[in-house]
């Protein structure tokens, strides 16, 4: 019959789809693992770079992400937590709530290198920070904000209203019970979402292009003032800066595979955790 | 008391999206706008030639805008097609356990850095464009389309099978009922029924194409010239910023000009994400699901 000759092609094209995503999707992880793990030793992981780039390992670049992302998280942590229990634990609904719900939605639209110029004016520029570890962290955090925001969000939403109730009935006071029974509760589902947001913080890079970032430095970061390497960056400046364009690439492969590792392995360990929970509470 | 005190610090602190939002806005115009004093605003927009570092400077970002909407559509054709194709998929042929599978898959690929795409478009996508097509550099608009393509494909798989899981059982159920098999079912019932849902999903992947940065930066070649075909090296917006900042003197008027171009960005990209939410918030309306 020709409407069964139809769905069968047009099942035929969505298989094709599927698999043409997955096969672009998994041949960037099968080329960047084949060639970079010849690159990958002890030594890359926890040596500097030496002879102009050619030599050595990506330790510095590694640590500096590492602070980079961990500063980002002490700033938008507290304040994307706090934030999200305003709006699902006080709030009245109205014109307020909607006014930070709409500016938290354009907030996670903006795109990545506008928060680095902003970084730049403001941070850098404007409080005089420098081009350094906070000001880079200080971006990273605000452009991380809104996936924090809308996590912890969720997994308020997902405590029982009426363990809420039973604790506001027992005479505990609001912060109380938020303090006691809510946030206990959620904190595996915002956990999640940190996470998640790790992975994320840990891969940008147009945001600390003009912040943070630094294609060399002697040894690792001293303060919160100093420049550091990025992992990120420091893919991007082999492959665009320098003068042994063919060494770098090589080095470039293996930076490429130990971010393509961190960030798949957080975000991994997240969605899997998120999975469960999801299927925990239905 | 010490409740209400609570309560404050909450809010206060609640604020904060909207502060920083509102302090990119600020930011954004104050350090955008000493450009028009050099160029009227639509010689801005308008002017063929970006020659910011000249002796006598020009700052037409017309090329600028042409790479980026060419990449950004060319990036459509491909996500589009296996994104929502992939969604459907999933929503229609996938079993539960390949679904269990699949989905935090294609999660999880959405998190690859950025970076990493432009890494992959410069190593392996460009010499194989390069030969493909012969042509005297593979770093071209073509290649830039694809890698953001690709990249934004899982998003768009992700939005648009929420919006598909969207749409009541009893539809579907309805239109078995009347004889119609499931490729009927799903090409007249259901998507029409998480149309919007989708659409909302479309814009924000082409939202996220448009304000792409790494990736352009890396395979898109750079040249600021107004693009005639897909296989010549293009200069988006995003890339200009990027690649232009580092050198354009803090105050100067190429540090302004970029700043103008971050600003047109930013509006664009804003009025993408209300139109998503205008539809994405009438979607929800008509299926009966609360705003």
Redo the contacts between chains.
């Keep these: 019959m020709k409407?069964?000759i139809?769905?069968n092609l047009?099942?035929f094209?969505?298989?094709?789809?599927?698999a043409?995503?997955?096969i672009?999707?998994g041949?960037?992880?099968y080329?960047?693992s084949i060639r970079g793990f010849k690159v990958i030793s002890w030594e890359f992981l926890t040596q500097g770079p030496r002879l102009g780039m050619t030599q050595g390992g990506i330790a510095p670049a590694i640590i500096g992400t590492f602070y980079l992302t961990l500063g980002a998280m002490l700033f938008a942590l507290?304040?994307g937590i706090?934030?999200a229990?305003?709006?699902c634990?006080?709030?009245p609904k109205g014109f307020i709530v909607n006014?930070?719900r709409?500016?938290?939605?354009?907030?996670a639209?903006?795109?990545?290198?506008?928060?680095?110029?902003?970084g730049?004016?403001?941070f850098v520029?404007f409080f005089c920070l420098g081009v350094s570890v906070l000001s880079g962290s200080l971006t990273l955090g605000?452009l991380t904000?809104?996936l924090i925001?809308s996590s912890a969000q969720e997994a308020l939403l997902a405590v029982p209203q009426s363990i809420r109730e039973a604790s506001l009935s027992l005479g505990a006071?609001?912060?109380g019970t938020i303090k006691n029974i809510v946030l206990p509760t959620a904190l595996p589902g915002i956990l999640t979402g940190v996470i998640?947001s790790i992975?994320?913080v840990?891969?940008?890079?147009?945001p600390i292009?003009?912040t943070a970032a630094t294609f060399y430095t002697r040894g690792y970061p001293k303060s919160v003032f100093s420049e550091v390497m990025a992992l990120?960056?420091h893919?991007?400046a082999l492959?665009?800066e320098g003068t042994h364009p063919d060494k770098q690439?090589a080095i470039?492969?293996g930076a490429?595979l130990t971010?393509?590792f961190i960030?798949?392995m957080i975000?991994?360990i997240a969605?899997?955790i998120r999975?469960r929970q999801r299927g925990i509470y239905g | 008391m010490k409740e209400k005190l609570y309560k404050w610090i909450f809010m206060i602190l609640a604020f904060s999206s909207l502060i920083f939002l509102i302090g990119i806005v600020i930011v954004l115009f104050k350090e955008a706008l000493p450009i028009f004093q050099k160029v009227k605003p639509l010689e801005f927009i308008l002017g063929k030639a970006w020659y910011p570092t000249y002796s006598t400077p020009e700052f037409g970002i017309l090329p600028l805008i042409l790479a980026s909407i060419w990449v950004t559509f060319g990036a459509i054709l491909v996500c589009v097609p296996l994104g929502v194709g992939s969604a459907l998929y999933l929503h229609e042929l996938a079993g539960h356990k390949q679904r269990a599978i699949l989905k935090p898959l294609i999660e999880i690929l959405a998190s690859i850095p950025s970076v990493v795409y432009g890494f992959f478009g410069m190593v392996i996508l460009t010499p194989l464009l390069q030969n493909l097509f012969h042509l005297p550099t593979g770093l071209t608009a073509l290649n830039a389309s694809l890698v953001l393509g690709i990249m934004a494909t899982p998003t768009v798989c992700s939005l648009a099978d929420d919006a598909l899981n969207y749409v009541p059982k009893s539809f579907r159920e309805a239109s078995f009922a009347v004889g119609a098999n499931r490729w009927q079912t799903l090409t007249q019932v259901v998507i029409p029924a998480a149309g919007s849902g989708i659409s909302t999903a479309i814009i924000l992947g082409m939202s996220r194409a448009i304000g792409e940065t790494m990736t352009v930066l890396m395979v898109a070649g750079g040249a600021a010239v107004i693009p005639h075909s897909f296989l010549e090296p293009v200069r988006p917006m995003t890339a200009a910023i990027a690649a232009e900042m580092g050198e354009a003197p803090m105050g100067g008027w190429h540090y302004h000009a970029l700043f103008a171009i971050a600003l047109i960005l930013f509006l664009t990209t804003f009025v993408f994400n209300i139109i998503a939410e205008m539809i994405s918030r009438r979607f929800r309306i008509k299926l009966g699901l609360s705003g």
Excluded: H
């Excluded at chain 1, 094209?13 to 599927?18: E, R, Y």
């Excluded at chain 1, 709409?102 to 907030?107: A, C, F, H, M, V």
């Excluded at chain 1, 840990?202 to 147009?206: M, S, V």
């Design positions: 409407k069964d139809i769905q047009g099942f094209a969505l298989i094709l789809s599927v043409t995503t997955l672009f999707l041949s960037i992880i080329f960047i507290p304040l706090a934030c229990i305003y709006l634990e006080y709030s006014l930070i709409i500016s938290i939605n354009n907030l639209g903006v795109p990545s290198v506008v928060f680095g110029l902003f730049l004016a403001v520029k605000i904000l809104p925001i006071t609001r912060w998640l992975g994320r840990a891969g940008e890079t147009a292009l003009f990120p960056y893919i991007y492959m665009t690439t470039a492969y490429s971010l393509l960030v798949l975000s991994g969605i899997f999975q």
